[in-house]
């Protein structure tokens, strides 16, 4: 439903709308495989059936096509938090099942989705971002900005309850942030299937509590 005010959108923006998403719809079906970043836009255009001009229309190069696709799929994640029932109370259990759902949530939609997955790890290079456009580039900050305060609100709260310790909330999510890409990065490369640990699930659960543990155990190390 259009919200009040606002202008039905004409016939040739929904057209416009419906192709660009037929693109990366093509694109991310093509970017599969290890040697991703071969593919071309020739390639793109003749898996969208759009002819390659038609693709310079909506995207000036291939990397505002991988910029597009990991927007979205930031898009989605938070979409997906916004599920988690999250009452701004200050019992420890409920902070802390809270993260774990969290991290649940984060794996399963990686898991899921590694194509748009590994695009958006590739997208959170620091070169990548110089290279866009400022409109793309200002849309990552966005979405950064919208990720610090949904998740640093959480551990904050966790600081304030003395479960977590008192230190700079970015610290504390630069651990779980690299902690979570290590895992991910394990599981892509087949690292799990060559230990004891070949069940994924318990893999998951494994590293969910070992990011819980660590926060936790950071506040016990601040005691001593």
């Not at 419906?18 to 093509?30: F, N, Q, T, Y």
């Not at 779980?176 to 994924?200: H, K, P, R, Y």
Request: glycine share 6%.
């Amino acid at each position: 439903m259009l919200k009040e005010g606002t202008a039905e959108p004409s016939r040739k923006q929904v057209e416009f709308a419906k192709r660009e998403r037929d693109i990366l719809k093509a694109a991310v079906s093509l970017l599969e495989g290890p040697r991703w970043e071969t593919v071309t836009v020739e390639q793109i255009s003749k898996k969208a059936e759009i002819g390659k001009g038609t693709i310079y229309k909506h995207f000036t190069c291939k990397e505002e096509i991988y910029a597009n696709i990991a927007t979205d799929f930031f898009k989605r994640i938070l979409g997906a938090y916004d599920v988690i029932d999250f009452a701004p109370k200050t019992e420890s259990k409920v902070i802390l099942d809270f993260i774990q759902q969290l991290i649940r949530i984060t794996f399963e939609l990686f898991l899921n989705n590694p194509v748009e997955a590994k695009i958006s790890f590739y997208c959170k290079r620091a070169d990548f971002r110089e290279r866009l456009t400022d409109d793309l580039r200002q849309q990552f900050e966005v979405l950064d900005i919208q990720f610090e305060v949904y998740i640093g609100t959480i551990l904050q709260k966790g600081i304030e309850i003395e479960i977590f310790p008192n230190m700079p909330v970015e610290h504390l999510m630069m651990g779980l942030e690299a902690t979570f890409d290590g895992a991910v990065g394990m599981i892509w490369n087949g690292d799990i299937n060559c230990s004891s640990m070949t069940d994924q699930e318990t893999y998951i659960q494994m590293i969910s509590d070992f990011m819980i543990a660590g926060l936790i155990g950071l506040k016990n190390k601040e005691k001593e």
